[in-house]
């Protein structure tokens, strides 16, 4: 039964094609481990690892765009994703302390680290290190060193057995080790052998010989009529073998197999005329008038980065969004994306940089484009305020941060801190209460702006603690050692938060509070520095607007949502002030008499072209039917003859009917001679 068994588990292994999907979920620390040590010894690959939560709004955004990278550089570069919730050991031996944290290794070394959802900052670092990777893929056949030593040692080129020794100490399929012989080989007889690119970095096809997996071929005492005679300790060193041959092959001849799911949502593309309407911001008030603009038939572009907005952020359940129960603020911003691709909006995931209003039509310009458009409608929302004190700056990453919904499961049984006294603070508070072990709510005044049901909640859960009438001095850290991942690779030292140091605003008594992680809740900035000095704001940074309008100091300009809302703030009343702007620059639109240029052209265009058809056809069937040609001719000959004919005629009837009206008159002049005579006489 036992030998069964195992027999059954041999085949297994086998039969088994492991695929790599085009990012792999890395399950375990060993597994990751293992692929780093692949790529360091067989393909010379970077690796890049993008460290999430589901229950993160950034890593939700940055994800579609994660995957693209990966589909555009495969056989450039490998792609890892690690969920911190689950594969809780690497994040941990990584000391991840925000979501999302993307790494960049090479050879085995962490080369650079960063935390945040900048589509930029991937691609310049994955692009560089693929580049500066593009060395190790090299390799040498055993013909082309026979041939090498046969050109700069000839007694070695006979020596077979030793030069298999060297092709099979470099590797087998190219890479590192053949990179480090070519440069030995070269620095000893200055001269390189004929090198080809790595088998292994290949990109193999459905149909290539290297679909199916190479396994190594089971010893004879673990197959056949022999595996009954093998001991416990031969089957279990066959099996460890095989599942290291497994391992090896597990990054080599595979083939992405895995269907990259279909999203509803379609990017920009440029076009020769300008855009109708352009929305810069992508939460509840710029999808919102992407919504409404796009059911209007006027194809909206929405600009904005793929981090998402405040209500993006949100993992606790949305309770005070109309006919919403039960859903976090990830999913409604998704479903809304969907609905606005759904009705003709199109997205630019790119940060803007600057406007110009100056003259028409506008001009938007983003860090990757630049988009002409008759219309603006300016969603930015506003940013999370940070306190400015010392440390703060240096300790993001490493346990400060605004985003407790991102970054609270890293510090899952341990003491944080949240500072502020409104509804932001409340929330994040209550989500921290359900993983760490306690929570301190740190707040400069004797009572709480939030809203009455959720500062109840949190003063009534018994894990958070509140200090009233308390301000953030500063927040320290300390130094922490990080082993390298084997023992070539060099320690890493980083810096980890380990208390806030805070003052009693009534006492200023002074006092550290221990904690690993800090979660600052003060506030947030209005995102309008990009339109400094181009629109009207007041001292806050709100965009200034026409009352009971949406309408900016500018024509054609239109501000929703938290922009320039400084008094409610909420993601519903976002959402209708979106449908306001939306409605207004539809509006603004037809009283300028602006349509769709592009349509309109293209109509009049399909006209000149019938028109041309037409006459090509007119012209072609002449010259196909000749005959119809001389009918045409004869009867155009017919009727100018009658014409002349008739000409004639009249003509002569006028000559004719002249001569007799000169007739009559000479008649009449004889009779009038002879009455004369006749009284000449009669008086005589």
Request: glycine residues 8%; negative net charge; contains cysteine.
């Amino acid at each position: 039964m036992f030998t069964t068994r195992v027999f059954v588990l041999l085949a297994a292994l086998v039969g088994v094609a492991v695929a790599r999907p085009t990012v792999r979920n890395v399950m375990t620390n060993s597994e990751f481990t293992k692929i780093l040590k692949h790529h360091k010894e067989k393909t010379g690959l970077p690796v890049i690892v993008d460290y999430y939560s589901d229950g993160c709004g950034p890593c939700r955004q940055i994800a579609p765009l994660y995957k693209k990278l990966a589909k555009e550089m495969k056989g450039k570069a490998v792609f890892l994703k690690v969920d911190v919730n689950y594969n809780r050991e690497t994040s941990g031996q990584q000391q991840i302390r925000s979501m999302p944290t993307f790494q960049f290794w090479l050879n085995g070394k962490k080369k650079h680290q960063f935390a945040g959802g900048d589509p930029n900052q991937l691609q310049q670092y994955t692009k560089s290190l693929a580049t500066e990777a593009e060395k190790y893929d090299v390799q040498i056949s055993k013909e082309a060193l026979v041939a090498f030593y046969k050109d700069v040692a000839p007694e070695k080129a006979d020596d077979e057995a030793k030069i298999d020794e060297i092709l099979e100490k470099a590797g087998e399929g190219g890479g590192p080790g053949h990179y480090k012989l070519v440069k030995k080989l070269e620095k000893k007889y200055e001269k390189k052998p004929e090198t080809t690119p790595a088998d292994n970095r290949s990109v193999k096809k459905k149909g290539d010989k290297g679909d199916k997996e190479d396994t190594p071929k089971a010893s004879k005492k673990a197959t056949g009529t022999s595996l009954t005679a093998a001991s416990i300790d031969d089957l279990e060193k066959e099996l460890a073998a095989r599942r290291e041959a497994e391992a090896e092959k597990k990054f080599e001849d595979a083939e992405d197999d895995e269907e990259e799911p279909k999203s509803t949502m379609k990017f920009y593309e440029p076009s020769d005329f300008p855009e109708r309407v352009t929305i810069i911001g992508s939460g509840p008030a710029g999808l919102s008038a992407a919504i409404y603009a796009s059911r209007a038939g006027l194809r909206p572009v929405v600009v904005a980065p793929p981090m998402g907005g405040q209500l993006q952020g949100k993992g606790v359940m949305v309770e005070n969004y109309p006919a919403v129960t039960g859903v976090t603020g990830p999913a409604i911003v998704y479903d809304m994306i969907q609905q606005a691709s759904l009705f003709g909006a199109v997205f630019e995931q790119s940060l803007v940089t600057s406007v110009d209003v100056s003259t028409r039509p506008f001009t938007v310009t983003t860090n990757t484009t630049t988009i002409k458009t008759h219309t603006i409608i300016l969603a930015t929302g506003a940013d999370s305020k940070w306190l400015g004190v010392a440390g703060e700056n240096d300790l993001r990453g490493g346990g400060v941060s605004t985003c407790a919904t991102c970054d609270g499961f890293l510090y899952r049984d341990q003491e944080v801190v949240v500072i502020g006294g409104g509804d932001t603070a409340m929330e994040d508070a209550l989500v921290l209460a359900r993983t760490s072990s306690k929570v301190t709510v740190i707040h400069r005044r004797d009572s709480f702006r939030a809203s009455h049901i959720l500062s109840q909640r949190v003063l009534e859960n018994d894990k958070i603690t509140v200090l009233w009438n308390t301000s953030v001095d500063s927040f320290v850290g300390a130094d922490k050692v990080i082993e390298g991942m084997s023992t070539d690779d060099a320690d890493e030292v980083i810096n980890l938060l380990t208390h806030v140091v805070t003052r009693n605003i009534n006492t200023d008594e002074v006092t550290n509070i221990n904690c690993s992680a800090a979660f600052v809740a003060i506030g947030h900035q209005p995102n309008t520095d990009f339109v400094k000095n181009t629109l009207e704001m007041d001292g806050g940074g709100y965009l200034v607007v026409r009352p009971h309008s949406t309408y900016t100091t500018v024509d054609g300009v239109f501000a929703a949502g938290d922009v320039a809302d400084k008094v409610y703030r909420q993601a519903v009343t976002s959402a209708g002030s979106g449908a306001m702007a939306a409605l207004d620059a539809e509006r603004w639109l037809s009283e300028q008499g602006i349509g769709d240029e592009a349509a309109e052209f293209e109509a009049e265009l399909l006209r000149e072209m019938l028109a041309e058809n037409a006459e090509e056809a007119e012209n072609r069937k002449e010259e196909a039917y000749p005959e119809v040609q001389r009918k045409k001719e004869t009867s155009a000959s017919r009727e100018r003859k009658d014409e002349m004919k008739a000409a004639k005629a009249k003509a002569t009837a006028d000559a004719a009917e002249a001569a007799d009206a000169e007739q009559e008159g000479d008649d009449e002049e004889e009779v009038v001679v002879e009455d004369e005579e006749v009284h000449e006489k009669t008086e005589l």
